[in-house]
């Protein structure tokens, strides 16, 4: 039975726009993280990592020196450990919905957050999140777990995928 909706597609598709607005409709006690840019004067200057309950800290940036990079990002696994991988195990123990936005590169970096995302997979609850599109050794494995379904993100599908989801959800 499939437990974990995991939503993938090209960056700016919605994704994260569909989780928020699934949220929203919900009646689902739900906890996680999702993502969103930091931007300067209109420049994307970097991710930062925002919490359900309201917890917010610097995932990557342009000004993060770090030995772990993705593009012009120097990504911060210490937020990851210390605000991410906490709102996931607390969603596990309390929440209907384990929010996960998202298994991405930046993302990956953090052996703790994977074991995170283990836990979630294995609790059996409701696991609503954004998976990267790319091929990723780690990424794909969880693709391929029985109880996840990757949901297909495009501009076009928006509105039918958050229909989708909140089916799934049983809501």
């Known amino acids: ?28 006690s739900a906890g996680g993280f999702y993502t969103e ?4 004067q209109g420049v994307r200057q970097g991710f930062q990592i925002v919490t359900l309950d309201g917890k917010n800290a610097v995932l990557a940036h ?3 020196r770090s030995q772990h990079r993705v593009s012009k990002y120097g990504v ?30 930046m993302e990956l970096f953090s052996p703790s957050f994977k074991d995170a995302v283990i836990e979630a997979l294995d609790s059996k609850k409701k696991v609503l999140g954004t998976i990267m599109l790319a091929s ?23 509105e039918e995928v958050i229909k989708q989801v909140l089916d ?3 809501t």
């Open 76 to 105: 911060d696994t210490d937020s990851m450990d210390r605000v991410a991988v906490p709102a996931l195990k607390q969603a596990i123990q309390s929440k209907d919905v384990v929010v996960i936005d998202e298994i991405g590169k």
């Open 136 to 158: 990723h050794p780690w990424a794909d494995k969880i693709k391929e777990r029985p109880e996840v379904e990757v949901i297909k993100v495009t501009r076009f599908n928006r």
């Open 62 to 64: 342009v000004s993060v």
């Open 168 to 170: 799934r959800l049983g």
């Open 37 to 40: 840019e930091v931007r300067n």
């Open 1 to 28: 039975m499939k437990t974990a909706y995991l939503l993938s597609g090209e960056p700016g598709s919605g994704k994260t726009t569909i989780i928020k607005k699934v949220l929203n409709k919900a009646n689902k």
